[in-house]
């Protein structure tokens, strides 16, 4: 089975919560092939904000001007990447920290000026995330694409939507996003235990699902879309939460195609 778990960045500016998930992804290693991406957007304005650098976004994506691209990759594609890299080491999973630039993992084009070098990923190619499996090791990508062949752009991308590109070229069976929210809430504020894209683009027309979790479901049903088989949004803070999750518990909100809801 191929599972591929995309960690929301503020589940990771914890120490003690990185290194519970640490080892929650050691264990899930030993039953099926894993590929983690991440995200660490809390990390990056706070990087900002030290040397006096104000975040600005527009509709939810921040503005990435050439002084934010270098912070992208200091902070993502490093500080973030490599605690995260040390952490599930210790915990016993050989890892290889990279991001989308690395083997063309995942090519980006610019998608609005006004933004500056925030991407669009166009296409991803997954082969060397099988080979960095297939010699023992985990990948853990950082929310960073470059741009075609024969250009040297870099490109701060939306960790959901490079979870979900890696998840479609890879040929993932399941996608888990693990988050800091116990799952999807209907206008009732209860948690949604299955959903399919129907429901969820209803939820957003109607309001009820706005900002990340609007780009959070949108990004669900772009990987259903795409052939993965399963998505699931799940509270990562929940003790053992992977290893409930790859036993079939159901803690969250499933996302299912229509032709698979009840």
């Known amino acids: 089975m191929r599972v591929l778990v995309k960690l929301g960045g503020t589940l990771l500016d914890d120490p003690a919560a990185r290194a519970s998930l640490a080892l929650q992804i050691a264990a899930a290693c030993r039953e099926a092939s894993v590929v983690v991406v991440h995200g660490g957007g809390k990390q990056m ?10 975040s600005r976004f527009v509709g939810g994506l921040r503005v990435t001007t050439p002084e934010v691209v270098d912070a992208v990759l200091k902070v993502f594609a490093g500080s973030v990447n490599k605690q995260l890299v040390g952490a599930l080491r210790a915990a016993g999973a050989p890892s290889a920290g990279l991001s989308g ?44 694409a470059g741009g075609e062949p024969g250009s040297e752009a870099v490109y701060n991308v939306n960790a959901d939507q490079m979870a979900v590109a890696c998840a479609a070229a890879w040929g993932a069976d399941r996608l888990l996003f693990l988050t800091d929210v116990p799952g999807v809430k209907g206008a009732n504020d209860s948690v ?15 309001g009820v699902a706005t900002g990340g979790m609007q780009a ?7 990987a259903l879309e795409q052939g993965v088989g399963e998505v699931r949004i799940a509270p990562g803070a929940e003790p053992g939460i992977l290893g409930r999750l790859l036993r079939g518990e159901a803690p969250g909100t499933a996302l299912v195609a229509e032709a698979a809801a009840p």
């Open 101 to 144: 630039i690395d083997g063309g993992l995942a090519v980006a084009e610019q998608m609005n000026p006004d933004l500056g070098a925030v991407g669009r990923i166009v296409r991803a190619d997954a082969r060397i995330l099988d080979t960095l499996l297939d010699g023992g090791f985990l990948p853990v990508v950082a929310c960073v």
């Open 216 to 222: 959070k479901l949108e990004s669900a049903c772009a």
């Open 45 to 54: 304005t706070r990087f900002l904000a030290e040397r006096g650098v104000q």
């Open 192 to 206: 949604i235990a299955r959903l399919t894209p129907a429901g969820a683009r209803e939820l957003i027309q109607s």
